[in-house]
């Protein structure tokens, strides 16, 4: 397999620049320094655009996936790793966005729904990760709790109206419940990629909230350990409902002191993001409100200064 594909990556990358060259000497060898200037620039290009991957979403039209792997991390909880048609394939997406998962349900007429933010980004070839939650009662993520390798999902995208840019605000503050970390941690990893020691020029604050009901709950937690001890602009607030003895981080629900307390203050240059179930996303708009933020809107847009997902 390996040197096929070394094969066809060679021609598709070397061999129009090997006809203009040859076709050059045979009609006018005077041009041939014009020609090999040319022919460096199509290579130089081909490799750009082969190292970069093909972007495989469609918004408008679903594509089947492959599951290639699942890992349980907890009783109702998994990663699903999804195969792109190709190793160098990448989804597209822009961070900040997420996909629509379709799957026909028994006893419903319409295709049934739901949107997901990938653990992965474009950094990542040849596959992208979920990570769901998936509930007895529920529609999509019933169907994945009970997939196997090699079954396929349909997928389109991008979707969402957020799309996040280096320094696009100097201080994010985030809520999240559950599996609504997905679209806060797809964020602060691009804002890590893009810090200075990493070669680029971010450098954006975040303050995160992240809600859950019991310790064993709280997903990615090594993840987000790490990345709160190693990134002195990162800071992360665990929030529990029912917290085990000796816990020293939030207990309850998120309330407007907690906000007050952990997140940035309402300003020209910052941004509050929310993500988790219906309720909670609900009564982090009242809160927010009561302690000076913007109104959230019903359906947020980029410029809001409260941005639910």
């Known amino acids: ?71 349980v991390t907890s009783h109702n909880t998994a990663i699903y790793r999804f195969g792109l048609p190709k190793q160098t394939d990448i989804l597209g997406l822009p961070i900040g966005q997420h996909i629509s998962v379709g ?39 019933r169907i994945m709790g009970e997939l196997q ?53 971010d450098t954006t604050k975040i303050d995160l909230i992240f809600a859950n009901v019991n310790e064993e709950d709280i997903l990615l937690r090594k993840d987000l350990d790490t990345i709160n001890k190693g990134d002195r602009d990162i800071n992360i607030h665990y929030v529990l409902q029912y917290p085990p003895e000796g816990w020293n981080g939030g207990v309850g629900f998120v309330t407007p002191d907690n906000i007050k307390d952990h997140l940035p203050g309402p300003g020209p240059d910052m941004k509050l993001l929310v993500c988790g179930p219906p309720p909670m996303v609900s009564a982090m708009k009242k809160a927010t409100e009561s302690v000076g933020y913007e109104k959230a809107r019903v359906v947020s847009k980029l410029q809001d200064q409260v941005f639910c997902f």
Do not use: C
């Open 1 to 71: 397999m390996a040197p096929q594909i070394m094969q066809s990556s060679f021609l598709a990358l070397y061999l129009p620049a090997l006809v203009i060259i040859v076709g050059t000497v045979i009609a006018k060898k005077e041009w041939l320094p014009y020609a090999g200037t040319l022919a460096g620039i199509l290579g130089i290009a081909g490799v750009m655009t082969s190292s970069r991957g093909r972007a495989i979403l469609k918004p408008d039209e679903f594509r089947k996936f492959p599951l290639t792997k699942k890992t």
């Open 103 to 141: 799957a026909t349900v028994e006893g419903k007429k319409d295709l049934v729904v739901r949107s997901y933010t990938p653990i992965t980004s474009d950094e990542q070839q040849g596959h992208f990760d979920l990570m769901i939650k998936s509930y007895p009662q529920g529609n999509i993520s």
């Open 149 to 201: 390798v090699g079954d396929t999902m349909d997928f389109k995208g991008p979707k969402g109206s957020m799309i996040y840019t280096p320094n696009m605000v100097k201080h994010f503050g985030m809520i999240a419940g559950g599996t609504g970390i997905t679209p806060m941690l797809q964020i602060v990893r691009a804002i890590i990629r893009g810090r200075p020691r990493n070669g680029g020029k």
